[in-house]
């Protein structure tokens, strides 16, 4: 999943709870209308589901930044299960609700989950939903099931890609605000150029975390991405002004370090060490931490000081991250 700026995503998180809200008020107002209806046999479903949907709610909109989001699944399993338990196909209601589903997965889960969610369900839908009913009724189902899942995917799909382009112009990294990598070459170009100048040092610290795939695998994409910030906040908190944080892939950062010997870029990694260890969040990761200082020589070019800055960096998979 691309991650949006902070505000946006906390206006998302709200419109999210607000529409989980609607839902439980939209089952309890189906078992209402089916009661005074006397469809009994349709009641239960929506009932039962009313109040769990808006626990889901209000755990969506209390919940810790901090802390992952397990609403999705339990709310589209609940969903889901109502659907598949709710009335006929021939029910123009019902069908309603299963156009919905899509919308809704689309909009609360990553496009890639979000389709294998879709596959499940509807599998499961033509296993134990589908009887002999009217042709024309199937038929209508079946194309106006695959316009609403094909827009939702064609948006979902779309707005991560314009997320992408977006953080590729403003040369920011969506998820923690760092500068992107392909910045960092036309940056260092100049800041050679200068320090050679000037007769100025330069520095960099690469910030490397290996076996950053067992960790993303032991503790879920969430708390690697909260990982990631608190990284970036640390480095961001012991680094000085003018100073840069570049990411230079899913597992490494890299400070730009203007004016600093080799002996002022360890003293600054010895206190982002320390700063990384007081951090129990960031202590998971002390056993498998690089840091790799680089001081800028008189006979190299920018090309040639980047590749020794980055050194034996481990490159990792970030399309998730």
């Not at 977006?166 to 760092?178: I, V």
């Amino acid at each position: 999943m691309i991650d949006l700026g902070q505000n946006l995503s906390k206006m998302r998180d709200n419109i999210t709870s607000g529409l989980y809200l609607s839902l439980a008020i939209a089952l309890a107002v189906i078992a209402w209308y089916h009661y005074m209806l006397g469809h009994y046999s349709q009641i239960l479903w929506p009932a039962l589901s009313s109040p769990f949907v808006l626990v889901l709610a209000l755990i969506r909109f209390f919940q810790s930044k901090d802390s992952r989001d397990l609403t999705p699944y339990p709310l589209l399993t609940i969903l889901g299960l109502t659907v598949l338990n709710s009335g006929p196909l021939f029910d123009p209601l019902y069908r309603q609700w299963l156009y919905m589903i899509p919308v809704l997965t689309y909009f609360i889960l990553p496009v890639r989950q979000a389709s294998i969610s879709l596959l499940v369900f509807f599998s499961l839908f033509v296993i134990f939903a589908v009887e002999e009913i009217n042709p024309l009724i199937l038929v209508d189902l079946a194309i106006n099931l695959s316009l609403f899942s094909g827009i939702s995917f064609i948006f979902a799909y779309t707005q991560e890609s314009q997320t992408r382009t977006l953080e590729r112009l403003s040369g920011k990294d969506s998820l923690t605000s760092a500068f992107s990598a392909n910045q960092l070459s036309k940056r260092l170009l100049a800041e050679v150029a200068r320090a050679k100048e000037t007769r100025r040092p330069l520095s960099t610290l690469l910030f490397t975390i290996y076996n950053f795939e067992d960790f993303t695998l032991r503790h879920g994409e969430y708390k690697t991405r909260n990982l990631l910030l608190k990284i970036y906040k640390t480095m961001k908190d012991v680094s000085r002004s003018g100073d840069e944080i570049y990411r230079m892939s899913g597992n490494s950062f890299l400070l730009l370090l203007p004016n600093t010997s080799i002996n002022g870029c360890i003293v600054l990694q010895e206190r982002l060490v320390q700063q990384v260890a007081e951090h129990i969040e960031l202590s998971l990761i002390t056993q498998d931490l690089g840091l790799n200082p680089a001081t800028l020589q008189a006979s190299e070019d920018s090309q040639q000081f980047l590749e020794r800055a980055l050194g034996n960096s481990v490159p990792d998979n970030r399309s998730a991250l």
